[in-house]
């Protein structure tokens, strides 16, 4: 695998490399991301993973600074995945000046549900990925469905800018108790990760109900919401909505996928379900 720390010589190997998938990535990879650039081999000739903890899309007091940093692992993970480039830039690359043009995703889609509890977190996340599509010039480039909103995002940004690229999903990888799996997962406790999976079983509920035919959504969060109080989470939402622009759904609306982030200890998970 080759190791791109600059532009120029990212852009040289992209020259000859033929078809492209592009997997960016905040590094500390799990299997998630690895069955991400399996599925990317599928679609390419050439995988490009990218490495980099984009300050942008943190906010103060976030974990930009405690964000888990663990390079030569991931290396080694990417390598024995057959992956052929990673680019892997510092902030002096990315931002070589401070960045003061923005992809500002419209506030029906940015300010909701995550963008509702992390305010900018959305143009964060778009501006970097138009710079990493900018620079990696990718024919495909793929996404975790774990970060739902994220994956709509950049779908209508490469939609709406005309980006030759097309943009593909990945399924969720969980662990055996039915955690999603999250980089974000090493912070918690050896009691709080008994208990995380919680998450993932008040979600298969909601969405059990609503297959029976509940469609009384707002009492199905409201429950959510109560039971995950009651287990020791503070739950910022849970939210059933419609899969494609993630907008309230009417009741006779199909295609609902059913979303939640909630804090345990000083640990933010969020996951969500198709129904
Ligand atoms: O999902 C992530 O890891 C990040 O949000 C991404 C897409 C790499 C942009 O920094």
């Keep these: 695998m080759q190791i791109h720390e600059a532009i120029a010589g990212l852009r040289a190997a992209r020259a000859g490399a033929g078809r492209v998938a592009l997997v960016p990535t905040m590094g500390n990879l799990h299997e998630g991301h690895i069955a991400l650039m399996t599925q990317a081999r599928s679609h390419a000739d050439q995988v490009i993973a990218t490495i980099f903890v984009n300050r942008l899309q943190f906010r103060p007091g976030e974990d930009f600074e405690k964000y888990p940093r663990t390079f030569a692992a991931d290396c080694e993970k990417l390598a024995a995945a057959g992956v052929e480039h990673l680019f892997a ?66 779908r209508n940004m490469a939609r709406e800018f005309n980006l030759p690229i097309e943009i593909v999903g990945g399924e969720t990888v969980r662990a055996a108790d039915g955690l999603a799996l999250s980089s974000r997962n090493g912070y918690l406790s050896a009691a709080e990760r008994a208990e995380a999976p919680r998450l993932f079983r008040v979600l298969t509920k909601v969405v059990e109900a609503v297959r029976a035919g509940s469609r009384d959504f707002p009492r199905l969060e409201q429950g959510v919401m109560l039971e995950l109080q009651a287990s020791g989470w503070a739950p910022d939402y849970v939210a059933l909505r419609k899969k494609l622009d993630l907008q309230l759904p009417s009741a006779h609306d199909s295609g609902l996928v059913v979303l939640a982030a909630a804090r345990l200890g000083s640990t933010r998970l969020i996951d969500n379900l198709e129904v």
């Design 89 to 154: 830039p510092d902030e002096a690359q990315m931002y070589p000046q401070p960045q003061t043009y923005h992809i500002e995703p419209p506030p029906e889609q940015a300010n909701i549900l995550d963008g509702e509890f992390r305010p900018g977190h959305f143009r964060g996340v778009a501006t970097v990925v138009m710079k990493l599509f900018q620079i990696a010039q990718p024919d495909v480039a793929l996404f975790g469905k774990k970060d739902c909103q994220q994956l709509m995002v950049i």
